[in-house]
């Protein structure tokens, strides 16, 4: 199958510094990705998604400002978390779509990215 | 989506099979059902989906009903590794979606015990 990747897998940052994470496609070509955020014994919940070349879609309770997608390329997304705070700390989950595999299976995740903010 | 219920927690012993189930009462003619699966500190991973007749693959087969209002997912042969929450997903297909996220639910919390 296709496989994602992020990066970094986890990371430890102080109050109000902004956090970078990237989102790859490394065998195919993703049209869009998916951006997720997921709290301690908590289900995945979509932030965004993200079409190459255009502005993310955020979905409603996230902030567009905080948040900040960049999709430049078919194959890399990133997620930057800006003047992080301690309840940003989350796990994050990137996805991509590809609109070359069966129907079926479209959609790729990442292994996720551990944020705590001190 | 259909809404789905699912379990909160379900327990098996290694070896044995692990059976699944999930409502979906409202599911429409074009919805299919999906499972994905999702081990501790990882992304989902998609194990299987269908849409009236019953499928099997190398992970694990779905049964869903005549009526389709319900489904059960099974893992033959439950191992520690499969220790997990599992989704289920009612949706139509990704090629009619256009660009829609999946969504997920609070899924039911697989524990195999040794």
């Known amino acids: 199958g296709a496989v994602v990747s992020q990066h970094p897998s986890w990371v430890i940052c102080k109050s109000g510094t902004s956090v970078k994470i990237e989102c790859r496609s490394l065998?195919?070509?993703?049209?869009?990705m998916f951006w997720y955020r997921q709290f301690p014994k908590q289900s995945l919940m979509l932030m965004a998604t993200?079409?190459?070349?255009?502005?993310?879609?955020?979905e409603q309770g996230v902030e567009k400002d905080k948040f900040l997608i960049n999709h430049a390329s078919l194959t890399l997304s990133t997620l930057t978390v800006t003047s992080a705070h301690p309840e940003d700390s989350s796990f994050y989950i990137c996805?991509?779509?590809?609109?070359?595999?069966?129907?079926?299976?479209?959609?790729?995740f990442g292994p996720g990215t551990r944020l705590t903010v001190l | 989506d259909a809404k789905t219920t699912q379990p909160p927690s379900m327990d098996c012993a290694e070896g044995r099979a692990a059976n699944l189930p999930c409502n979906h009462s409202?599911?429409?003619?074009?919805?299919?059902v999906y499972w994905y699966r999702q081990i501790h500190s990882q992304g989902p991973q998609y194990i299987i989906h269908?849409?009236?007749n019953n499928e099997t693959n190398e992970m694990a087969s779905l049964i869903i009903t005549e009526d389709r209002k319900s489904s059960t997912l099974i893992l033959p042969h439950a191992t520690l590794r499969d220790t997990a929450v599992y989704y289920c997903?009612?949706?139509?297909?990704?090629?009619?979606?256009?660009?829609?996220?999946?969504?997920f639910g609070s899924g039911t919390r697989l524990q195999v015990q040794p």
């Open positions: 996805s991509a779509r590809s609109s070359g595999h069966a129907h079926y299976n479209e959609q790729f």
């Open positions: 065998d195919f070509q993703a049209t869009t």
């Open positions: 993200s079409n190459e070349g255009s502005k993310a879609t955020y």
């Open positions: 409202t599911i429409s003619g074009n919805e299919y």
């Open positions: 269908g849409l009236k």
């Open positions: 997903i009612v949706r139509v297909a990704f090629m009619d979606t256009g660009r829609r996220a999946l969504t």
